[in-house]
């Protein structure tokens, strides 16, 4: 029978169960579980039909993220982490073992240990763009020996056997120049000289596209843009924030945020008089097809009242890259010009020249 979602194989009592009930009961379990997780994160895509949803690939929280080596090098690490890939392809008797099977259309991406890529030197002339990409790698593996039944001479023999179907990415690597595909589960792909860059491999996910100048030495935050589509339940992530701004002074202190890891927030803040504060938040390829979010917020003291709250979606370029970096922004964040985002502003018609103020900020956003 055909593994289906939130089956369940019975083994009767005193019932001698093949070794393909015991693969079965597996398989089944594997499928409900990513089956009910991939409509779990369906995100809506329309306000027409109440059907305008589809599965997306996408990471959980901060998985597979590229971050700069500590201290800057040119050394990059992809974070540990699990992903999801739709592929639209299933397979059953894996490695001819019945019932060792895959029939859920989504594909776990899984790293388990920390991956470090080391970059190509810098060019000697003008720029270059590299990207890095991941694919699903599902290997049947964990060669070892044991006792299987010799069906002509009725006799139990030692055999080497597969006893694993592994979807680890971790040990499959390749480097390629641009033009070329990748080939390991984790790919690095070098482009060309002064060109944009490289397309990704078909059934790869470009999870980060990095600028590397003529002369660079080290790559930091600020040339690495986040690619990844982010994964959250139905498509949505709530964030709240609350930025405490001293009297007088457009230097901020963002005293508490709650949102998914993964995400970097910053605000920034633009006047006390009235108070204007900007909220950035990047979060991978945030908004591709989705909505504009919605924000609403509060200033404390009460005098100072909100005349303005909403969301934009937004690109980060040299001048936010600025905002975000400089002393009116809190935390600093380096952020690649390009890496997409949203912008929260919130506006006031508040004098905080003589009191402190609070802004306290929520909004959910479309990932």
């Known amino acids: 029978m055909a593994n289906f979602p939130f089956n369940r194989t019975v083994i009767n009592t005193r019932e001698r169960p093949l070794s393909s009930d015991i693969n079965r009961a597996q398989s089944e379990i594997d499928r409900t579980l990513r089956d009910a997780l991939m409509n779990i994160y369906l995100p809506r895509h329309s306000t027409y039909p109440d059907y305008a949803s589809y599965p997306v690939s996408g990471m959980i929280g901060a998985g597979m993220k590229v971050r700069p080596k500590s201290p800057a090098s040119m050394i990059v690490t992809v974070d540990i982490g699990l992903g999801m890939s739709y592929s639209g392809a299933v397979d059953s008797n894996i490695g001819g073992v019945p019932e060792v099977n895959d029939l859920s259309l989504w594909k776990p991406l899984y790293l388990d240990a920390p991956k470090d890529i080391v970059l190509d030197a810098a060019?000697?002339?003008?720029?270059?763009?590299?990207?890095i990409e991941v694919r699903t790698n599902r290997l049947l593996t964990d060669p070892s020996s044991r006792d299987v039944l010799n069906t002509s001479s009725g006799a139990f023999e030692a055999q080497v056997v597969n006893k694993a179907l592994d979807w680890r990415l971790d040990g499959s690597f390749s480097r390629v120049l641009?033009?070329?595909?990748?080939?390991?589960?984790?790919?690095?792909?070098?482009?060309?000289?002064?060109?944009?860059?490289?397309?990704?491999t078909n059934n790869y996910m470009k999870i980060a596209?990095?600028?590397?100048?003529?002369?660079?030495?080290?790559?930091?935050?600020?040339?690495?843009?986040?690619?990844r589509r982010m994964l959250s339940p139905a498509g949505l992530a709530c964030l709240s924030t609350t930025v405490f701004i001293p009297a007088g002074s457009t230097t901020p202190n963002m005293t508490m945020l709650r949102c998914p890891p993964g995400i970097v927030v910053s605000a920034v803040c633009i006047s006390f008089n009235p108070v204007e504060l900007e909220i950035y938040v990047l979060a991978g390829a945030a908004g591709l097809?989705?909505?504009?979010?919605?924000?609403n917020s509060c200033v404390f003291p009460s005098t100072i009242t909100p005349t303005y709250a909403g969301a934009a979606m937004m690109t980060v370029d040299s001048v936010i890259q600025a905002k975000l970096a400089g002393a009116s922004a809190s935390p600093q964040v380096k952020a690649a010009i390009g890496q997409k985002g949203y912008l929260i502003q919130i506006l006031t018609s508040g004098d905080a020249t003589a009191n402190n103020a609070q802004v306290h900020a929520m909004v959910n956003l479309s990932l």
Do not use: E, F, Q
């Open 123 to 131: 060019p000697g002339s003008s720029y270059r763009y590299d990207i």
């Open 209 to 227: 596209t990095i600028y590397i100048p003529t002369g660079t030495t080290a790559v930091d935050a600020d040339k690495i843009n986040d690619t």
């Open 178 to 200: 641009a033009g070329n595909p990748s080939t390991g589960a984790i790919g690095y792909k070098v482009g060309a000289t002064g060109a944009a860059a490289p397309d990704p």
């Open 289 to 295: 097809g989705a909505p504009v979010p919605v924000a």
